[in-house]
């Protein structure tokens, strides 16, 4: 990650949320004061963000290729 956080025991587990929109959805977040661990990633499967909900969960939102 760009924070320099690196995998512990389990990997990266997380939750992971399927978003039709995924600009609208992190600009949303942003605006109520959600940060975000890294950029949107883009790769052939879809687009990816990751951010910690208020109980330190890793949380992916995704939106599908087309």
């Known amino acids: 990650m ?3 956080a690196k995998p512990g025991p389990g990997g990266w587990n997380r939750i992971h949320l399927i978003v039709e ?4 959805e992190v600009e949303r977040l942003r605006a109520a004061g959600v940060s975000f ?3 949107i990633v883009t790769g052939p499967g879809g687009r990816q963000i990751l951010l910690k909900d208020a ?3 890793v949380v992916e939102l995704f939106q599908p290729g087309r």
Request: net charge negative; aromatic share 0%.
């Open 37 to 39: 661990r890294n950029d």
């Open 21 to 24: 929109d995924i600009d609208a």
């Open 2 to 4: 760009p924070d320099g």
């Open 55 to 57: 109980s330190r969960n």
